[in-house]
Every structure is written in C-alpha cells, then in structure tokens.
C-alpha cells in the first residue's frame, strides 16, 4: 500500500524546494496516495508545502463537492493564516482538515448543526477538542453535511440538501457523519471529524468504504462548551482512510480535562503503535441475526467472508445468540433521543429569547421533541436503568470474548429518500405540528413506529453507545450492486487498543486504502 511508503522519487523542483515557487506542484493523483500522516510526514521532509496540500484540497472540492454535497461551509483564508503557527513536529503538519458542523465549534466560524433553527449563529470560541487539532497541526478549512441536529442515519437535511454517496449517487452515505465520510472517500481530505451517538461514525464508514470507529465513552472531551451528550451515548472521533490515522488521531486526546462527567484510563501505549503490532489470536464472538429480522444476503456473505478471514489469521469465531431485545432500541435510545431533542430545542429557544416554531425545524424533529415534552422523568430514570443492566451484561460477555463481531449494518447502503418520512407521513406530522396538535400524538405507538424503520436499518450500532463500548467499522466488501459493506468489530469499554491491533492486521489481509470511487 503506497501510503506506507516513507519516500519516493521527487523530481528537481522537490528535491530542492528552494530553487522553486512552492505552489501548485502536487497533482490530485499524487496527493490521493497518501494518508494524512503520509502527507504530513512529505511536509515536514519539503516534499511538498502545507499551501499545496490545502489548494489541491480545494481543488478537489471545487471538482467534486457540487454533485456530492459534502461540504456545506468554507473558510480557506483561516487555515491560510494557520500556517503560520504549524509546528514541525506535530504529527499532521500541514495536513488539510474538515470538521463535522455538530458539537464541535470553531471560533468566528458558522455553527448550524443543520437546522434552520440556528439561523446565522457564529461560534464565540473554540472546543477543547478543536483547540488540539490545529495544535496537532491540522488545517481546518470547512464543515461538512449532517441530519439536522445528527438525529437520524442518513443526511438528507431540508436546510442543506443531501449528501450522495460517491460510490453511488443515488444513494445514501449515511448518517449522521456523512458529509464527513463523503469528503474522505472522495479524496477532499484524508480524514475528518465525526460524533457518533447511535452509530453516526460507523455507519457513513461502512457506507463510504473507510475506517471508522467510535471510541469508549469519555475518552474525548466536549469542553468547555458541553459535558456529557445524551447521557454519555454520543462521542467524537474520527473518519480516515487508513487505520493508523484514526490511532494517531485518538493519541492527541490521552489528556485529560478537569471536571469530565467521565473518567477513562489512558492507553498503555500510544494507539499508533498498536496499529503495528499483530494481536495475539482472539476468541471473537458474532451473531447476525437481528431483532428486526435477518441480513440482507449480501451483508451476510460479507460478514461470512470476514469470518474466514479471521479464522485465517488464528482467531477463534463463535456464534452468539442476539445478547438484547427488540426493546433495548425501541425505549432506551429513542426514549433517550425524543427526550435529548425536546432539551436541545429549549436551549435555543432560551438562547434566542423566542421558542423554535414547527417551520424552523424538520416536522419529525418536532414530533421527537414534542413526544419528549411527553415523557416523564420516572420513565426516563427507569430506561437509564436498563442501561446499565444491558452494560454490565456485555460486560460480562467480553470477559469471555474480547471482541464482538456484527454487520455495521443490516442492509447495504440506501436509496436517497428511502429512510425519510414518506410524504404522506411528513404532510400530517406538518399538519399536527402547524395546529399544536403534536403533544397529543400517542409517544408509545409514535415511537415504536419510527423506531422500527431505522433499527430495521440499524440495529447492530446503538448497542455500543448505550453501553460506553468502543466499536470500529471496517471495510469489508461489495454487495452485487457495488455499494461498500461494512463490519463492526466492538470491545470491552476502554480496550480502543484491541481494536487497532485487529484492524491494522485486518488492513494488510485485506487492503482497501486504493478501492476508491469517482
């Protein structure tokens, strides 16, 4: 894999940067072959300068972006004057970045998380998290597409558009990190920033054939601006075409911050060495079968292929029976979720003065709100109960297993459209919202019927936010159509570094870095 290599063969003008204008000499081609530490490590050796790297970026945007829809905001001119502060030794010097427009808030820069009901809201200061990627030495230069408020699992927001899929135009990257992961597989940039509260990091991976994975509750920090984010289900991370960027990416947040609702140990050893080391044979634990039913065929024979895979590489596979019900999904997330919107849309509504009116948000976000509105606090208590319960029993599975093996999800990727609201069913929301009738929606049969749509889709991710656990996707095949398929590999919480291990090896056995689309 040609992303690996530490060297190449540069012609005059890079072997002696200095006799030359240091602009506009490193072709798509050229910059598409190297992962983000690959690109920072031709930066720090003036291979190249970190004004290429950002142009052709551009570049590649300006070529792409109008039919993908990825990108949604731009300020070049902020990563220009960043270079200014890059520091050698950062481990992505130079390396051009984007951010996903949710949680993570960027100083002097539009915040929209998707939705009208923010209208032209700017950021006054920077999250810790952003703060240390451009100390790290990245340049974040624009936001990319998601849900509004990243609340379902394909982008598709009425503010911006959707997001399509370059595999395939057609259909969806997935949600709610798509804009980002449409942007990496496209080659805009070698990684980018997502959140995953329900399986937003791991399913546009699998959808857009890249590395992603969710890390353990608590391992990156939402300060200053946010402590926990649905009760600790949502995380930050990353999306990348190699695993060793998303290692590397993770090693910038070992530090801790003062008064984090949750406390994780730092790794034994950075995360990029675990890349590199081959893990000892692993006793692995699948099933496939669903509460919603069973795999499309092709997510299957996939999940089948990486079987062999790893039974191959001196791993024992077992199967499992399904370690949940159908309502661990169906109330514990969604409960959690309706509730977390009704929450989000008081805050704005605060920060404005005025409440959020149905018109400035997407009908069935005021529907989730309004049926949160509805339930009580006593209810709520008692699903954080079965929380617990659900993680102390996957607990009690990794002392037996250390990994957990599932499709990231249960069909390949969707048409555009397919899991929205159907017109019939966005006209009455609109119509029940516009009378104030809402509230009087039953939040049971409401739930349960959006509910059953998604997880149907779905229902592998979830488990992994509601218990803390870290849980990565990986590219792993093609269904008949050519749509990338995904699988998901979950660990104990804090063990990130079995995860790396397992995916460096399964990175070699089977190479993705160079399957590209457009």
């Known amino acids: 894999m040609r992303w690996w290599i530490s060297g190449r063969t540069l012609d005059l003008r890079r072997r002696f940067p200095c006799l030359y204008e240091p602009t506009n000499i490193m072709t798509f081609e050229e910059y598409r072959q190297y992962d983000a530490l690959g690109l920072a490590a031709l930066v720090r050796t003036k291979a190249v300068y970190p004004n290429e790297l950002l142009e052709t970026a551009l570049a590649r945007l300006v070529e792409v972006n109008p039919k993908l829809n990825a990108i949604i905001e731009l300020f070049p001119d902020r990563a220009r004057q960043q270079m200014a502060c890059l520091q050698q030794d950062s481990p992505f010097y130079g390396v051009p970045f984007l951010i996903k427009d949710l949680l993570m808030e960027l100083a002097g820069t539009p915040y929209r998380m998707g939705s009208r009901a923010m209208g032209d809201f700017q950021s006054k200061e920077n999250s810790w998290a952003a703060t240390i990627l451009e100390e790290a030495g990245l340049l974040i230069f624009g936001k990319t597409n998601l849900p509004e408020f990243g609340l379902t699992v394909t982008t598709e927001p009425e503010r911006f558009g959707a997001t399509h899929n370059p595999w395939n135009l057609a259909h969806s990257p997935g949600g709610s990190s798509g804009g980002s992961a449409v942007a990496v597989a496209s080659g805009i940039v070698p990684m980018a920033s997502g959140g995953d509260g329900g399986g937003s990091i791991r399913i546009p991976a699998a959808n857009c054939h890249i590395f992603g994975l969710k890390p353990s509750r608590g391992r990156i920090s939402f300060a200053p601006l946010h ?170 599975l990794h002392t037996q297993y250390p990994v957990l093996l599932t499709p990231v999800l249960a069909q390949p990727p969707a048409p555009l459209g397919a899991l929205s609201p159907t017109r019939s069913e966005e006209i009455a929301v609109r119509l029940l919202n516009r009378l104030g009738l809402s509230h009087m929606v039953q939040y049971g049969n409401a739930l349960e019927k959006m509910a059953e749509k998604l997880f149907s889709y779905t229902p592998y991710t979830p488990l992994a936010n509601l218990t803390g656990q870290p849980a990565m996707s990986v590219p792993s095949g093609f269904s008949q159509a050519g749509l990338p398929i995904g699988c998901m590999f979950t660990a104990a919480i804090g063990d990130e570094a079995t995860l790396f291990r397992l995916a460096g090896q399964l990175e070699q056995i089977r190479p993705w870095f160079d399957e590209r689309p457009l």
């Open 227 to 396: 402590g926990e984010i649905w009760n600790g289900a949502v995380v930050d991370g990353c999306l990348s075409r190699s695993v060793r960027d998303s290692a590397a990416y993770l090693d910038l947040f070992s530090r801790t911050v003062p008064g984090e609702p949750f406390k994780i140990s730092p790794p034994e050893r950075p995360f990029l060495e675990e890349v590199q080391s081959t893990p000892k044979p692993l006793k692995i634990a699948y099933f496939s079968e669903h509460p919603y039913g069973a795999p499309h065929p092709d997510v299957l024979k996939v999940l089948e292929e990486t079987i062999v895979r790893l039974r191959s590489a001196g791993h024992t596979v077992t199967e499992i029976p399904l370690p949940y019900d159908k309502t661990v999904f169906t109330e514990l997330q969604t409960y959690l979720v309706a509730t977390e919107t009704a929450a989000d849309l008081n805050v704005i509504g605060h920060e404005r003065g005025r409440p959020v009116k149905p018109y400035e948000v997407e009908p069935s976000t005021f529907l989730l709100a309004s049926i949160g509105r509805k339930l009580s606090a006593a209810k709520f208590v008692e699903a954080k109960r079965k929380w617990n319960a659900l993680s102390r029993k996957m607990g009690e």
